[in-house]
């Protein structure tokens, strides 16, 4: 099927941007059908609205900064590999060397880096053969359908959220094979399903909640999560009730109606929360009604648990059965990571492995008589069962090195000053610290306990440099918000004093400089009590 023959009234009449004229005039499906091609004519001699624009609807991205070396964007639903997956994605990494490198995203996800367009159509067959698909992965499409990354194992889950995942995923893309339906949205659309009550999804479009409605176990729907360059919420509830059997006709119905009326014009409020907050959650409920029928009402499906934190060793819901969190620090992995990832679970667990939110990764089915051995595996040393509070907790976007949005080196930043951190400061807890490039919140600076966010300033000297606004108060779960605004266009190399200084007063962190200057203080004074007391028992 192409956009010529597929009829979309939802644009006539309405003013459209560039971006949205050339949606409108080629579907960025059918440049599946001129794959081939573009890799035989090589990247300079594609379209440039087909090479910049509509590779993306496959999940292959454009990077000015790298020209010719793509970045491909998987579909993971539920963020869950084999180790014949993470094989085959490292053999695609290490095909290109030193320019090859994997990053696990905020939306349990894979990302490569250095793809050549002449090696796309052998990927894809590739990718094709372990069941991985790019799919409308990119631009303004749904992108990968997030669950549990616990699903199925979890001894606290009230559903097992891969059976969801999966159907959303093969709703949206027509069963990875292209979805007409929803390939020419506003924006992009986030999906989530929900499976214990400390999955903390509320920055989603969509999210399901399991909660029962006498005695039957189906979802509420909550609706309206955003993080981006315009507005950041979380999303609020639809006050709906359905089956477990409609979730993709609920999804249909949300989507259409922000689809056939969403803004076109100006990009940047083409979300769809820009939508509901413009006609209202009420309205928006009696606009749904009539599509789906009466809407039941939602009998309290708000999850009120803190997450909890994956890292180290837990029992599974089956006997004799665990699995363990490794710390991936920022997410970035070479092929030889994947490679040694893929045999720790092939040697250890069921060779499975689970992506999170948070960009590190789950080793699942590991059996008690292993668990000793799997704790002596030298890979934990590079990615540790308990990682350093600053380091656990730090999450960041791609960053400027790769993409041409970000104001702001991320990755290796985030590392640097996490590493320095975590050496000079003490704290009893993890704390959520996150680095995003842009205003775009790829990192979804605001969700964390303290958000950075890429600019431009000058420094001391006036000079201009990296920079970043400093947001705090970020958290999920019960006491769920979002960070306000405190310092704005810090430049880069006065970050970690100051970053130093929040966690200090506000996060209850000491100095180990401090801390062992107090130690040597009173080891003297215990030293020449000890002497006066010797002489005084001499006396």
Not at 135 to 152: C, E, I, W, Y
Not at 397 to 421: H, M, P, R, W
Request: hydrophobic share 35%.
């Amino acid at each position: 099927m192409t956009s010529t023959s597929y009829s979309r009234p939802y644009l006539n009449g309405k003013k459209l941007n560039k971006i949205e004229q050339n949606k409108a005039s080629k579907d960025g499906l059918e440049v599946g059908e001129e794959i081939n091609k573009f890799a035989e004519i090589g990247w300079e001699n594609i379209d440039k609205t087909d090479r910049e624009l509509r590779l993306k609807w496959y999940g292959l991205f454009w990077r000015p900064k790298t020209p010719g070396k793509f970045m491909l964007r998987l579909r993971v639903p539920n963020g869950i590999l084999n180790t014949k997956q993470i094989e085959i994605i490292a053999s695609i990494v290490n095909r290109y060397g030193e320019n090859g490198s994997c990053d696990i995203t905020t939306r349990q996800n894979i990302q490569l880096r250095g793809i050549l367009i002449s090696d796309f159509p052998d990927i894809l067959e590739r990718l094709h053969s372990c069941g991985l698909y790019t799919t409308q992965s990119g631009f303004d499409n749904p992108r990968n359908v997030t669950g549990n990354p616990l699903a199925g194992i979890d001894p606290k889950e009230i559903i097992d959220t891969r059976k969801y995942t999966a159907i959303l995923n093969d709703f949206l893309t027509n069963k990875n094979n292209g979805n007409q339906e929803f390939s020419n949205l506003p924006r992009k659309w986030n999906t989530a399903v929900a499976g214990s009550k400390d999955n903390f999804l509320l920055h989603n479009d969509i999210i399901f909640h399991p909660v029962e409605k006498e005695g039957i176990l189906g979802f509420g729907v909550w609706i309206g999560g955003i993080l981006s360059s315009q507005m950041n919420e979380y999303a609020v509830p639809l006050n709906a009730w359905i089956n477990e059997n409609e979730i993709c006709r609920m999804t249909s119905i949300i989507i259409s109606l922000w689809r056939d009326n969403g803004e076109r014009d100006k990009r940047p409020k083409g979300r769809f929360r820009f939508f509901l907050n413009q006609i209202g959650i009420e309205k928006f409920r009696g606009m749904v009604e009539e599509k789906y029928g009466e809407l039941l009402h939602d009998p309290g499906s708000h999850f009120d648990i803190q997450p909890r934190s994956f890292f180290g060793v837990h029992p599974q819901k089956q006997m004799g059965l665990n699995f363990a969190g490794l710390h991936i620090p920022v997410g970035r992995l070479t092929g030889e990571d994947l490679l040694d990832i893929a045999k720790i679970s092939s040697t250890y667990g069921n060779c499975e492995i689970r992506l999170t939110e948070d960009q590190n990764l789950i080793i699942t089915g590991i059996k008690d008589e292993k668990l000793e051995e799997f704790k002596a595996d030298s890979l934990l040393t590079k990615f540790p069962l308990s990682p350093t509070p600053i380091a656990s907790g730090t999450v960041a976007c791609t960053g400027n090195t790769y993409c041409s949005f970000a104001l702001t080196n991320t990755k290796d930043q985030a590392q640097k000053i996490a590493k320095e951190l975590d050496a000079e400061i003490e704290l009893s807890n993890e704390i959520k610290i996150h680095w995003t490039g842009c205003p775009n919140s790829c990192g979804q600076a605001y969700m964390g306990a303290i958000g950075l966010t890429g600019t431009k300033a000058k420094d001391a000297n006036g000079k201009m440099v990296e920079a970043f606004d400093i947001s705090i108060g970020g958290a999920q779960g019960p006491d769920k918000k979002l960070g306000n605004l405190l310092h704005k266009g810090i430049p880069t190399e006065e970050l970690k004093p100051l970053l130093k200084t929040l966690l200090i007063e506000n996060f209850s962190a000491k100095s180990k400089h401090h801390q062992v200057r107090k130690r040597e203080i009173i080891g003297k004074l215990i030293n020449k009590l000890s002497i006066f007391l010797k002489g005084s028992y001499k006396t």
